[in-house]
């Protein structure tokens, strides 16, 4: 049912909240076979409903031995806990063995969606990440989709992260950093009014600036002695239930790192609450002066 809820794109919160309730509450998930919990999974994250309680349970289901063999299953799981910020550690590593022991079945779009969430959850494995990886992703290059090769320049920024020496060949990399540069993106009411209060409360900004790493944010704001600080300005895409989503989850923590800019976040319910062009403007300077 939730499957086919999420495919449709129908929201129906209350029947997710019953579906989730119903499935942690179960003693156990053997009677699930490892589609039932890949799509469960997914249509869960694709219906933008976290549930704490439910993605344990699957979890649980999902680590017993021998349970997902299928490439498919392994993908979606995984990419739908990355998707909702579930990135607990023993979950990433649990699947690393059998991921390696089947790079040569995973499709493009499957170990695209596998080195996506692992960047999200940041856990890595030196039995999977390696040069044969590496390799395995080079062997699909012309078949990679534009969101494809945008997930793997964050899988790369992520090895960057780590120190790693393992590198995509230079024509992929050129290719990914391309797809994720060219990302439409568009200014919004909310961004233009968190905007007009920074620039109101005497600071110098740019904005729609593309960062080294390849990200773009919202704006940077000078603060004196050559420090600058990333605004974000996230609106309801960004979050699940008030908790930031696995890409919003990635890029702060990768700006953080990798282009070292401090990122201050202006989440939507809060300016929402800010009744008063006074109370904005104080929240602005409060919400930057604690990262100069």
């Known amino acids: 049912i939730s499957w086919a809820f999420a495919t449709a794109r129908v929201p ?5 909240e019953k579906i989730a309730y119903h499935i942690a509450g179960l003693d156990s998930l ?3 076979t490892a589609q039932n919990v890949s799509n469960i999974a997914w249509a869960f994250a694709t219906a933008k409903i976290y549930h704490s309680h439910l993605f344990e349970k699957l979890a649980e289901a999902a680590a017993r031995k021998g ?8 993908a979606t799981f995984l990419w739908a806990c990355a998707t909702v910020g579930y990135t607990i550690e023993r979950l990433f590593s649990g699947f ?3 991921i390696s022991s089947k790079l040569d079945e995973f499709s493009d779009q499957q170990i695209s969606n596998v080195s996506w969430a692992y960047s999200v959850a940041n856990v890595m494995s030196e039995g999977l ?3 044969g990886y590496a390799g395995a992703l080079a062997s699909k290059e012309k078949h990679f989709s534009k969101e494809g090769l945008t997930q793997l320049h964050q899988w790369q920024l992520w090895q960057q992260e ?8 230079l024509s ?7 797809a994720f540069i060219s990302t439409s993106y568009s200014e919004s009411k909310l961004q233009n009014d968190v905007v007009g ?10 904005e729609e600036v593309l960062l080294g790493s390849g990200y773009r944010i919202d704006a940077v704001v000078k603060v004196g002695h050559g420090k600058k600080v990333a605004v974000e300005v996230d609106g309801p895409s960004h979050y699940i239930h008030r908790r930031p989503t696995g890409s919003t989850i990635l890029k702060r923590r990768q700006v953080t790192r990798l282009d070292l800019i401090e990122v201050v976040t202006v989440p939507y319910w809060e300016w929402g609450e800010l009744k008063s062009t006074k109370m904005k403007q104080l929240y602005l300077r409060e919400k930057i002066d604690n990262k100069t």
Do not use: M, Q, W, Y
């Open 12 to 16: 129906h919160a209350e029947l997710f």
């Open 30 to 32: 053997d009677s699930f």
């Open 67 to 74: 349970r997902f063999t299928d490439t498919t299953n392994i």
């Open 96 to 98: 690393a063995l059998i």
């Open 129 to 131: 990440f390696n040069k």
């Open 162 to 169: 780590l120190g790693s020496e393992i590198e995509l060949p």
């Open 172 to 178: 992929l990399r050129k290719k990914c950093r391309h």
């Open 197 to 206: 209060g920074v620039r109101a409360i005497g600071l110098d900004l740019d």
